[in-house]
């Protein structure tokens, strides 16, 4: 089954430890990217990925990271997370080839930080 | 600064009654305009994607179309299945997507 895969789905953890929240694609997707989802300021981009090794910003970026080693996986690492890190967490996948660039996304991970 | 603006916030119909949900994009190099559906708790799924002014996609009872400045999601005989938050996103300059706040449709029976 065509999927996106996020790992974990629900994640409680303490200001200041570092996490990472993994994401695979089975469909070889060439972009993939991240959101995260707060009540009242819909779904906003922290960082996408053209291609391997190929990685940019995207309006919220501050206080992750991520890396596209691999062309299907493109995790998100939180180096030092604070409470205002606290949201819904997507990661989405969609192909370059032909005319549909819609994106599949992931469940979701709901991350607290307390 | 793109900007994607969705209208109303809610949207409470009878079973039946048809409506249509609202879109405005201030994008520079607007490449493809996407509407997608959300149910609670799930990530949202891909329902269309428009490329150019005047094109039109349908799918059951939605249907979608897109002018210069706006894009309208038109629901015709809803079902209260067809209740969920559609979200439209405008992909503008390589890669960058920004969403709407979504619209929270409720069809009562």
């Known amino acids: 089954e065509a999927q996106v895969t996020q790992n974990p789905r629900y994640l409680i953890t303490v200001t200041g430890k570092k996490l990472t929240v993994t994401c695979s694609q089975n469909?070889?997707?060439?972009?993939m990217s991240w959101y995260r989802q707060d009540p009242g300021l819909g779904l906003r981009q922290i960082y996408y990925?053209?291609?391997?090794?190929?990685?940019d910003k995207g309006d919220v970026p501050e206080g992750y990271k991520v890396s596209r080693k691999e062309k299907r996986n493109f995790p998100l690492i939180l180096e030092s997370p604070s409470p205002n890190q606290t949201s819904l967490y997507f990661c989405?996948?969609?192909?370059?080839?032909?005319?549909?660039?819609?994106?599949?996304f992931g469940s979701g991970t709901r991350l607290t930080v307390v | 600064e793109d900007q994607v603006t969705q209208s109303p916030e809610a949207l409470r119909l009878q079973e039946g009654e048809s409506s249509s949900l609202n879109c405005s994009y201030t994008?520079?190099?607007?490449?493809?305009l996407f509407w997608y559906r959300q149910d609670p708790g799930k990530g949202p799924e891909f329902l269309f994607t428009?490329?150019?002014a005047g094109e039109e996609k349908e799918k059951e009872r939605l249907k979608a179309t897109l002018t210069k400045k706006e894009s309208f999601l038109h629901i015709t005989a809803p079902k209260p299945e067809d209740s969920a938050t559609y979200l439209c996103?405008?992909?503008?300059?390589?890669?960058?997507?920004?969403f709407g706040d979504g619209t929270t449709l409720t069809v009562k029976p």
């Open positions: 989405a996948s969609s192909s370059r080839q032909g005319g549909n660039y819609g994106y599949t």
């Open positions: 469909m070889n997707h060439e972009y």
């Open positions: 996103a405008a992909w503008g300059e390589a890669g960058k997507s920004t």
């Open positions: 990925s053209m291609n391997v090794e190929v990685t």
């Open positions: 994008v520079s190099g607007l490449r493809g």
């Open positions: 428009l490329y150019s």
